[in-house]
């Protein structure tokens, strides 16, 4: 039997990218502009999947959102005015999507919280998420991002991450990475390592991995590394000396790389609480040309019984139209 969870937190901007990806032959036109409406419908689908095998009656599922066109910008003004500059942005049918999909799981449950907050990236508010819930209460972390791994267990809490197909714990992290996801060490790893799919340059280009490890564990964070680096055994002269080459590059990536922090009342003005709005739903639905039959029975129900239906519509299955498929 799965292991349920009282919360997922759930990284959608990637898994919208993910399934923007996979689905995008799916679209639909709007106001004469085609929508690819498969990320939305994908997310959905994946989301419905999450909470059916993985959350507990009564769980929340907390749906967190980068600013789409301006999550950079604190840390390109704070830290690195390069940061992300170079990434690709995408069409503007991948913004008009994402901007329903979080529509949608607004209107969606009861049980759904959408998290936005502007100039933020999704895993700055995570802690937040965690320290909003009961210290109790279990909660699974959804993203295939490195960075949330630095909340497995955090404070000592059954909090896991579902990454990679895998449900990982402390114990499980530490048998494929070879080390513990303390906060400090995951930013140290990545600083030094790198991340090209989230933006952040090699520190120390071909460092061995074994080395990084054993760096990470022997001490604090960059700094303290770089403070002592002359008198560590565990690095050759030249290694040494390219650490001390790419100092400048190392603590602009811990920066990057480290959470920014958000006070809890702050936070708070980010969180919209869900509720199930069948009507604003038939809308949305409708407006993208999802088979509302099949993709939220629910609504389909509420349809039926609606007096809209029978006053617009002698056949009311001429209602449910099926979504138009673009093939390349």
């Given at each position: 039997m ?11 901007n990637?898994?919208?990218y993910k ?5 995008k ?16 419908y ?5 989301i ?12 929340t599922?907390?749906?967190?959102f ?5 999550k ?12 992300k ?10 913004y008009?999507?994402?901007d ?22 999704a ?12 210290q109790?209460d ?6 295939e991002?490195?960075?949330?791994s ?7 809490r059954?909090?896991?991450q ?10 499980k992290?530490n ?6 996801p ?12 790198g ?7 090699i520190?120390?280009?071909r460092?061995?991995t074994?080395k ?6 022997a ?39 480290s ?6 009342d ?6 919209t609480v869900g509720?199930?709005r069948?009507a ?5 639905y ?5 088979n ?10 509420y349809?039926?019984k609606?007096k ?7 056949n ?7 979504p ?5």
């Open positions: 799965l292991e349920r969870y009282d919360n997922l937190i759930i990284d959608t990637l898994l919208y399934n923007y990806s996979v689905h032959n799916l679209t639909y036109e709007v106001k004469g502009k085609t929508l690819i409406t498969g990320g939305i994908g997310s959905i689908i994946s419905k999947k999450l909470i059916r095998e993985r959350l507990v009656e009564q769980g599922v907390w749906c967190v980068d600013n789409a066109t301006s950079q910008n604190m840390r390109q003004r704070m830290i690195d005015p390069t940061y500059i170079s990434r690709k942005k995408q069409a503007d049918p991948f008009r999507s994402l329903y999909l979080r529509l949608i799981l607004m209107n969606y449950d009861h049980n759904i919280k959408v998290i936005y907050g502007t100039g933020f990236e895993d700055d508010l995570v802690p937040n998420i965690l320290d909003e819930i009961s109790y279990s909660a699974l972390l959804v993203s991002d490195l960075d949330w630095r909340l497995i267990e955090y404070n000592k059954p909090i896991h579902y990454m990679k197909k895998t449900i990982f714990d402390g114990k992290f048998e494929k990475y070879d080390f513990f303390t906060n400090n060490k995951v930013t140290m790893y990545k600083a030094i390592k991340d090209a799919a989230d933006d952040i340059p520190g120390v280009p460092l061995p074994k990084v490890i054993a760096l990470i564990e001490y604090v964070d960059i700094y303290d590394l770089l403070d002592n680096i002359k008198y560590t055994d565990l690095l050759s002269d030249k290694w040494k000396k390219d650490f001390n080459t790419n100092k400048a590059r190392l603590r602009l990536n811990y920066q990057l790389v959470f920014i922090p958000v006070k809890q702050y936070f708070k003005q980010f969180v509720n199930y069948p604003y739903l038939h809308k949305l409708e407006a993208l040309g999802f509302i039959r099949t993709f939220d029975p629910r609504v389909h129900e349809i039926l609606s809209f239906v029978s006053a617009q519509y002698k009311k299955d001429d209602y449910f139209r099926s138009k498929i673009k093939r390349k």
